[in-house]
């Protein structure tokens, strides 16, 4: 079981490494790498951004040093947004946390000049959008602002997967959306997504997100309903793995998806097929709607006798 790394990328793998040692170069080459190519991009980004939680200032200094590199601009960013997050209260402490509060909201909106100099040096690159969206939504921007970025990101790369999780978020109950707006999206996506793409595990995203919302009570055989495991199904066949350049950045993140909506079903034989694609490398969406995301995965890989592939 490979925590936390829900990719099939050698390079992110040692760059990742480095980072946590704390060697950012490795980093920057990997960023710098991707350029052109915005699913691969966001991937080392988010990556490389959890890596990094802690060491933002060392990722300043590199800014400092060279400001017309958008690569490093964007990483700062990003690394700001995941250690504002790791500041934020629980929504059930915020009456007894406001300074903590405060204080979140403070570290959240230090990502907003890095990512619009991001943007500025790179104007054709969505994945600041896409940081952008996540920053509005930790802010709890209002709707017009989310839709906004939303807008400014699609318009680059109409399909990009993270963003698309994003958007799916800004439409959820839990976020100030509605289930049906939320369902109509990740279904919109997963019927129009191009051949390779992951967006149909949206459609198994979407309804774990709704369960979770609706404060269900969670149990193995509850989940859901056998409309929505019908499709789930539908949305699985129309996934096809098949893209010019080999599988999708977040393939394993959608073989996460569609592994555990389909354990959570009782569908033995898709459920092992997917998670058995895993190589062992679990994400944290959707296994964290059940608990701690490593027992979780590891618990339904062993009642399921998956062997990875």
């Not at 079981?1 to 480095?18: C, F, K, T, Y």
């Not at 969505?126 to 940081?131: A, M, R, Y």
């Not at 959707?286 to 618990?299: I, T």
Request: positive net charge; charged residues 25%; aromatic residues 8%.
């Amino acid at each position: 079981m490979i925590p936390d790394r829900p990719w099939a990328d050698s390079v992110l793998d040692d760059a990742v490494g480095a980072v946590q040692r704390g060697d950012p170069a490795a980093g920057v080459t990997a960023l710098m790498a991707s350029r052109g190519d915005a699913e691969l991009r966001s991937l080392r980004l988010d990556a490389l951004s959890r890596a990094a939680i802690g060491s933002s200032r060392s990722i300043e200094e590199l800014v400092a040093r060279d400001q017309a590199n958008a690569d490093l601009w964007l990483w700062l960013g990003r690394v700001r947004i995941e250690e504002a997050w790791a500041l934020k209260p629980d929504v059930r402490a915020r009456a007894v946390q406001a300074d903590r509060l405060r204080t979140y909201h403070a570290a959240m909106e230090l990502a907003r000049q890095p990512l619009l100099s991001a943007a500025a040096l790179s104007p054709g690159d969505p994945v600041p959008w896409e940081c952008m969206m996540w920053l509005a939504l930790g802010l709890e921007r209002p709707r017009a602002d989310r839709d906004s970025v939303w807008f400014e990101c699609s318009r680059r790369w109409p399909w990009l997967y993270p963003a698309a999780v994003a958007r799916m978020m800004t439409l959820s109950p839990g976020w100030g959306g509605t289930a049906q707006e939320m369902l109509d999206f990740a279904r919109m996506a997963a019927a129009r997504a191009p051949e390779g793409s992951p967006l149909p595990a949206l459609v198994p995203l979407a309804h774990f997100e709704n369960v979770v919302s609706e404060r269900t009570p969670i149990s193995r055989g509850g989940w859901f309903s056998f409309d929505v495991q019908r499709e789930v199904v539908s949305a699985a066949a129309r996934w096809s793995e098949r893209r010019l350049g080999g599988a999708h950045p977040r393939s394993i993140e959608a073989h996460n998806a569609f592994g555990a909506a389909f354990y959570l079903s009782d569908l033995r034989r898709p459920a092992r097929g997917h998670l058995a694609r895993t190589a062992g490398r679990f994400s944290r969406l959707p296994w964290s709607y059940l608990g701690d995301p490593g027992h979780q995965y590891q618990r339904a890989c062993g009642r399921l006798n998956v062997i990875s592939e």
